[in-house]
């Protein structure tokens, strides 16, 4: 009861979890088989998430749905659920639910992690789900150790996901976010390589105080 609980249900996907589904996925899978291995790149991901978007709504028709499928409605949902199952070995699972208990992990690169200003330029990031997203998240999977991008609101809220999941999730947005704040008043100290120098510090500034001291202290240690 325990391990069950560990599971949020969440599964907004219409899609059925059977053979239909499969034969889809083994052809997008040999479609797409030279971007597979890049899905968490974000440069890569920018290139080939759209085309494979693209490729899932020229035939998702075609499969079986729980009930009518409704691109407005259920698109996204079923775009996250689709790169989730074809980056997985997906004939070894069930259903939805057991294949959920592949997400192992959700990391996220502070530093490539800042607010796009113009959600639909050319700085703007494409989660797995078709949306543009703010902060990229790299999903990784058990089986075969592959990662996706995607953004928080379609790991917390489109597909079952695993509790500790959605914590991490939301104190690496935190993170993220904080990260960002800093960066609009202060700039990079070129010791510790933290965020600790105020903006309005000289320019020549390029240790924080607390560099400076351990610097300060070495040169004396070297005089003695």
């Given amino acids: 009861m325990e391990e ?11 899609i059925k979890y059977d053979n239909k589904l499969f034969t889809f996925l083994d052809g997008m899978k040999k479609k797409f088989m030279c971007d597979l291995d890049f899905l968490g790149n974000q440069e890569h991901a920018k290139i080939v998430y759209p085309l494979m978007h693209d490729y899932i709504k020229g035939k998702i028709y075609g499969l079986n749905h729980v ?25 070894k699972y069930k259903d939805w639910e057991e294949l959920a208990e592949n ?18 330029g050319q700085t703007a990031m494409t989660c797995c789900c078709s949306h543009s997203i ?3 998240f790299n999903i990784h999977l058990k089986d075969t150790g592959m ?5 928080d609101t379609c790991i917390l809220k489109n597909l079952l996901v695993n509790e500790d999941v959605v914590a991490k999730v939301k104190q690496l947005k935190k993170s993220a976010q904080k990260l960002a704040r ?35 202290s070495t040169q004396r240690s070297d005089i003695n």
């Fill in 4 to 14: 069950a609980r560990k599971y949020l249900i969440v599964n907004k996907t219409t």
């Fill in 182 to 216: 800093l960066k609009k008043t202060h700039r990079m100290c070129g010791d510790c390589q933290e965020w600790n120098i105020k903006l309005d510090e000289p320019y020549w500034k390029k240790r924080c105080i607390s560099c400076w001291r351990i610097w300060k």
């Fill in 103 to 120: 997400i192992i992990n959700v990391t996220i690169h502070l530093d490539e992690n800042e607010e796009v200003l113009d959600p639909g």
């Fill in 67 to 91: 009930i009518s499928y409704n691109p407005h409605k259920h698109r996204k949902p079923n775009n996250y659920a689709i790169f989730i199952a074809l980056c997985s070995e997906y004939r």
């Fill in 134 to 136: 703010v902060y990229c």
């Fill in 147 to 151: 990662k996706l991008i995607a953004g």
